[in-house]
């Protein structure tokens, strides 16, 4: 018999509630921005239910997860043309498709890689929620793309004719993924094989974990900047422990305040990565200001204020690590990163070697003496790229790291480009992989220039975080009270007398 699928389940959903439940019990406290995330995804669900669903399948309904993944990759091909129709289902389909790949990066990057494989893939909760999402979803693409072909056929436009065809094949896939996943029981689902969540696990490390280079991206970024900055103002000026610590002067506070007052502008001008280490700075002090509090060391205070504290916290790590994986388009953000100068300047040496033996091929000689489009973007691309670090740069902490990779990372795209383009036998293979070595060669001296080293930014302040209650505040208050009369005890010189 079929379950109640999520969407006709009210907002306090049974579903959500027990897959989070079933996190290691440190983690259950820190768990509000995923229940936002799901919210924002069952809006995109009650948006599509408005729209028409299409026909009832007419095959046999064996469609699965790849071919709609497929389907949808297929389609991303007429993004431009779909995007210029100004149709809001367009929009629509996208939000559906952003928020559903959101909510399950948001819970690994939540657990981490760890706590995913072992408490959240085998567990029977989080199979029936996923396969419940993937079953409101893969119906919602269904009725989006249905009806957005169903518009843009009816208006007869010529330059659409190819995206109604993709449109039509999502459609169909989707509305038979989604009939199919309503008939399974939602009792002992399949667990994936191993070698599919290691596949999953290296997507979900791609660099589009973090903002994005695009102005969406920076958009995203500098809203979380605000808001973390707001709450910390809202903090120290409204909670009886905020406003009673501004005026102390302890070192923890004073680290704290100095790491705040030194926060990157919101716009972020200053790159992702200097960003990330100067909100990693505000966590790292902060979460010690939290500890002093904790054990009662700063005088009397309530749960609730270090609740608020806590979350303003997390905010500020969650922001630090999406900042920290804003790497350039297409680099490994796993590479290890350069421990020195010297490696660095090596890595520079290294990539202008590999350059030089291409240009002395055959295929180097002919191509860089064309007025080809692809040769002249990749000519400006090394024109562009930045001096190796130096010493100086080291110690003054002058050298744009980011940047730097930013700009090699243009020069690996702008020879992979150029590769791309040769038509086969036009030239030697062994002259084409003298190009793919300098692409290559590139991508990887931009990923360990951008990798931030782990030293700079701290571990996750939730992870093995003791609650603080009322009881366990008055405790915290009580033990530091008589630790402070024995250290005057001891002090006291009539009391050394006695």
Known sequence: ??????????????????????????????????RRTYQELRSTWLRAGAVPAPAAPAGTGASDGHDVAGALRALEGHSAVLGATGNPLWEQLQDTRRATARMRRSVWAFTGDRVWRKHVVPNAHWKRLWTDIAQQSTDAYARLAGELAGQLEREGRRETAPAVAALR????????????????????????EAPAVDREARGMRRPDLGYGLGEAGRAQAAQASRDIRQGLKMWADRSTLGQRLGKMKTPALVRMRKAWANLPSDDLRESPRDAAIRFGELVRSAHAVREEIGKGRMGRFSAKDVATLDSVIDAGFRHMKRLAGTSPAGVDTNARAYVSVAEAQDGNLRLAGQLLAWQKSAMGQELLSSRNEHVKALRDAWQNLPNPPTEKDRKLGTYDRW????????????????????????????????????AEGAMSHAARMAKIPDSLLPKDPAKNRAAVTEQTARRAQAQAQQAQVRLTQQRSPASARR
Do not use: Y
């Open 1 to 34: 018999m079929t379950e109640q699928s999520v969407a006709a389940v009210p907002e306090r959903n049974d579903t959500l509630r027990l897959a989070l439940n079933s996190l290691p019990h440190p983690m259950r406290r820190h768990n509000e921005e995923l």
């Open 169 to 192: 094949e999502l459609s169909r896939t989707a509305a038979e993924r989604s009939a199919e996943l309503g008939k399974l029981s939602r009792k002992n689902l399949p667990t994936p």
């Open 403 to 438: 940047g730097a990779a930013a700009k090699t990372a243009a020069f690996g795209r702008a020879a992979q480009a150029l590769l791309k383009a040769q038509p086969e036998g036009s030239c030697s293979a062994a002259d084409r992989a003298k190009l793919q070595a300098v």
